[in-house]
């Protein structure tokens, strides 16, 4: 683990690894006091960029009642968000990294797996409209993901054709 000044530092600065590692050390108080508050700052600062384990962690948070109210709505959709965004960002990223790599691939499975068993253990606890509002929830949530990253890709490509954008060539060229 960084030192909790550079963590700081990079957490502010909206690195979302670095605030998901300082949302853990708050909650467990590792180097840091434990401070459940804080630790769910950081946590959603880092989910809403994207970052599944914070999104799992808040997902359990949220389901046990930990510094909150037990809402099992947002442990839903907190939940679901990481399952979805597991299966495809990290998940075709391991596969086109490493295409044969039984390890990669298998702790890819046992992540969907344990997310897939996490989610329909939290939708048997709950009503049909309470699943319907948690899943509405994490569609906007990814939606709202999904125009950040392609944001960025446009910002990037500033330079060239952006990632919403078809290169400017003729068919058959």
């Known amino acids: 683990m960084r030192g909790t000044t550079e963590l700081l530092e990079a957490a502010r600065k909206d690195d979302p690894e670095a605030q ?3 949302a853990m050390a708050y909650l467990e108080g590792h180097e840091v006091g434990k401070d459940v508050q804080q630790a769910l700052h950081w946590f959603s600062r880092a989910a809403e960029h994207g970052n599944t384990q914070a ?7 949220f389901m046990m009642g930990v510094g909150v109210q037990r809402d099992l709505v947002e442990a839903f959709r907190w939940i679901q968000s990481a399952y979805i ?4 960002q990290q998940g075709l990223a391991k596969v086109q990294e490493s ?3 039984p390890l990669s691939n298998f702790q890819l499975e ?3 797996r344990n997310l897939s068993e996490a989610k329909r253990w939290l939708a048997s606890q709950m009503t049909l409209n309470q699943i319907s509002e948690a899943q ?6 990814l939606f709202k993901i999904r125009e950040q990253t392609l944001q ?3 910002d990037a490509g500033k330079n060239g054709p952006s990632a919403t954008e078809p ?3 003729p068919p058959g060229n």
């Open 136 to 141: 509405q929830r994490a569609i906007k949530f």
């Open 167 to 169: 290169p400017n060539n």
């Open 99 to 101: 295409p044969d790599d």
């Open 55 to 61: 999104q799992v962690e808040l997902g359990k948070i």
């Open 85 to 88: 965004l597991n299966m495809t």
């Open 20 to 22: 998901c590692e300082l």
């Open 110 to 112: 046992v992540t969907v």
């Open 152 to 154: 960025t890709s446009s």
